[in-house]
């Protein structure tokens, strides 16, 4: 069975920095494309970017919002993705959730985790 | 960036009724369309992808079709635990987009 679980979220101050973690099992984590996406609080759902796997490079893709801030990475040898969180501002309160991409769909999601940016 | 817009944003429907949720896209994206079912607290769950290939476990009760700029979700015979929102998502071109959500109540 497909699991992920995120972990990291939390309350940081605007300006600040948050590192997001993603715990992936059931599957073989190294053949997947691995996505982050959000959701601000009764808002919909916004996606915040893609990494592939080790043999398109683990080359990125990223929303304009938050393209320069985040960085998204992974280490395969610990089926663990990462969302590095910098100059964190009040609009990228959100739930984050890690999913994973299959046949170019996001068709396995965690539970998410709450990250609230607030002084 | 693709803008997807859904229709209705919500819908009033009843135990058993059957209801088509409309998606389109601000320019062609082929068959590269998802949908997703998403519950108050929970996580979205993958329906539907490449506009019309059932997601493994999801019951045929849901259904997809379309291409280029026009899609639909068709829910037949809706039970309670159908009610939810529901969101389309292009994955043609970055940045993926998602639709805004259209809440179907009873």
């Known amino acids: 069975e497909v699991q992920l679980v995120e972990s990291g979220g939390g309350l940081a101050q605007p300006g600040g920095s948050l590192r997001l973690s993603c715990a992936a099992s059931?599957?073989?984590?190294?053949?997947?494309?691995m996505d982050w996406v959000r959701q601000a609080p009764g808002k919909g759902l916004e996606w915040v970017g893609r990494?592939?796997?080790?043999?398109?490079?683990?080359?990125?893709e990223y929303a304009a919002s938050v393209k320069g801030r985040f960085t998204i990475s992974r280490d395969d040898s610990q089926n663990s993705l990462y969302l590095q969180m910098n100059s964190l501002k009040t609009e990228d309160t959100a739930v984050y959730y890690c999913?994973?991409?299959?046949?170019?769909?996001?068709?396995?999601w965690g539970q998410g985790t709450l990250v609230t940016v607030s002084s | 960036d693709i803008q997807m817009t859904q229709s209705p944003s919500s819908l009033s429907a009843s135990v058993g009724d059957r209801v088509t949720i409309t998606c389109r896209a601000s320019?062609?994206?082929?068959?590269?369309l998802a949908w997703f079912q998403q519950k108050p607290g929970k996580a979205p769950k993958s329906l539907i992808y490449?506009?019309?290939r059932l997601q493994s476990g999801v019951p045929s009760k849901f259904s997809g079709s379309g291409s280029g700029t026009e899609f639909t979700l068709t829910i037949s015979s809706l039970q309670p635990e159908d009610f939810a929102t529901y969101y389309c998502?292009?994955?043609?071109?970055?940045?993926?987009?998602f639709g805004q959500g259209t809440r179907l109540e009873i």
């Open positions: 999913a994973r991409v299959d046949n170019w769909n996001l068709d396995s």
């Open positions: 059931g599957f073989i984590f190294s053949d997947h494309y």
């Open positions: 990494i592939r796997k080790q043999a398109n490079s683990y080359t990125t």
């Open positions: 320019q062609g994206i082929s068959n590269s």
């Open positions: 490449a506009a019309s």
């Open positions: 998502q292009q994955y043609k071109i970055y940045p993926l987009t």
